[in-house]
């Protein structure tokens, strides 16, 4: 079985640009959940994406948004890009929007706003 | 809004000693969740505890979940270097299941 696959690992933005940021669930998994983590902290929750729908949503703004399409893989697109969106971004997958059985998180995309 | 804090933020320890982190959330969970972090990785799903008081083992890893459900603690006996890494609790925001909290994590060094 696959695990979680993100694209790209890394990646430099310039202040006001738009990024996307893809994500592959592990098989098997339907649920996606995006996280940011600022380096020496713990993960912050974005949003979880079930059954290709929105289903929660952390202390971003509508200018962090996603999708999640038919093969359950996803995408995090931030708009407007500001230099505290520095962060890993990390891409979460489960079976069910439980997470009952633990998330599997992929490698996470490194970006850089300068 | 809901908190969930670890204690000690750093660790240093000698290989052979053991160590302890705890985890304390402001709100009561429905369940807890554990996951390491190697340096310059991802969070790596360790176990979940459900049960008021449960206590899980994994071979030299004691996970404990408090009997009101507001506080939780990994035990590592007898630590190795491949333990290094940092420790996260995570509990459910609130009552959206699978939205999970972070703490802020216990970096662990085992010093050979």
């Known amino acids: 079985e696959t695990g979680v696959t993100q694209s790209p690992t890394h990646l430099i933005k310039t202040r006001g640009q738009q990024v996307t940021l893809r994500c592959s669930s592990q098989s098997g998994h339907n649920t996606v959940s995006w996280y940011q983590q600022a380096l020496g902290q713990g993960p912050q929750f974005i949003f979880q994406y079930y059954r290709e729908e929105e289903n929660g949503r952390g202390n971003f703004p509508p200018r962090f948004s996603g999708l999640q399409f038919p093969n359950y893989s996803s995408e995090l697109n931030v708009n407007a890009l500001e230099l505290d969106d520095s962060a890993l971004y990390l891409c979460a997958s489960s079976l069910g929007d439980r997470g009952n059985y633990g998330y599997t998180f992929g490698s996470g995309t490194r970006l850089t706003v300068v | 809004g809901q908190q969930v804090m670890q204690i000690p933020q750093y660790q240093h320890v000698q290989e052979g000693e053991d160590f302890t982190t705890y985890c304390n959330s402001s709100t009561t969970l429905s369940n807890i969740q554990w996951y390491k972090q190697r340096p310059g990785g991802h969070p790596v799903f360790l176990i979940q505890?459900?049960?008021?008081?449960e206590v899980k083992k994994q071979k030299r890893l004691t996970f404990q979940f408090g009997e009101a459900k507001k506080n939780s603690s990994l035990h590592i006996t007898a630590t190795q270097t491949t333990d290094v890494g940092t420790y996260f609790c995570?509990?459910?925001?609130?009552?959206?299941?699978?939205?999970?909290?972070f703490g802020q994590g216990t970096i662990l060094t085992v010093h050979p």
């Open positions: 995570a509990g459910p925001r609130g009552t959206s299941y699978g939205k999970l909290t």
């Open positions: 505890l459900v049960k008021s008081g």
